[in-house]
């Protein structure tokens, strides 16, 4: 039982560059949602998912996408990287009347 | 729409000293409430949580903290401060099941514990 599990760990892009950040559970969880990770700001929502097929916005989603076919797997696109978008990215999901589970995070620098 | 509020942005004490870290939220009913703890590069780790019934919640590490209702306030506690405490804290509130908000987990800004020998 590998819980969350985020891929990469480290990731550098270039502006304008597109990429997708990997978030994958084995815990069968119906939420998951992406949280960015900046000094001073705490974690800010920017997508989840209550279940297969449905997702919505969070507070901060504008450059960004997110599908959701199957329960275990929740990827994060950035269609084409900012300087804005460096930052820490987790990913979390959710069980019904429980907590939340994190992953272990993937720090993304765009230059 | 819920939010947290963290008033304190950082606090420095003496090993072996108490400690509390102040966190204020903003919920329409009553919040599933939860603090965070995260080391320098590190992802977060969940120190404790309250979904309802005894509002003195006991998490790990010695900490506790009080659900105050009145007071919209989950203040995190320690009796006595250890150096391996030095990290930054978060708190955080959601949604309880159904409706739009379920699942938003909304957190506050962080409190920063530097720890002194």
Redesign the interface.
């Known amino acids: 039982n590998a819980g969350v599990t985020q891929t990469p760990k480290f990731q550098v892009l270039k502006t304008g560059q597109s990429m997708t950040l990997q978030c994958a559970q084995d815990m069968n969880h119906e939420?998951m949602?992406w949280?960015r990770q900046d000094p001073?700001?705490?974690?800010?929502?920017i997508h989840?998912s209550?279940g297969a097929g449905i997702t919505d916005q969070?507070e901060v989603p504008n450059g960004y996408n997110v599908s959701r076919s199957t329960t275990e797997d929740f990827p994060l696109r950035l269609l084409s990287a900012a300087p804005s978008q460096t930052s820490v990215y987790?990913c979390?999901t959710?069980q019904?009347?429980y907590?939340?589970t994190?992953?272990?995070?993937t720090r993304l620098t765009v230059v | 729409a819920q939010s947290v509020t963290q008033p304190d942005i950082h606090i420095t004490v003496s090993e072996g000293a108490s400690l509390e870290l102040r966190c204020n939220y903003s919920y329409g009913a009553t919040p599933y409430l939860f603090w965070y703890v995260q080391s320098p590069g590190q992802g977060l780790q969940l120190l404790l949580k309250y979904f309802s019934g005894d509002t003195l919640v006991q998490g790990i590490k010695g900490f506790e903290a009080e659900f105050k209702r009145s007071q919209s306030s989950f203040n995190l506690r320690k009796p006595s401060v250890h150096w391996s405490d030095a990290a930054e804290y978060f708190c955080a509130v959601g949604a309880r099941a159904g409706g739009t908000s379920y699942g938003k987990l909304t957190f506050g800004q962080g409190t920063i514990l530097t720890v002194h020998p």
């Open positions: 939420y949602s949280y001073g700001m705490g974690l800010r929502l989840y209550v969070g987790f979390a959710r019904t009347n907590g939340y994190f992953g272990s995070g």
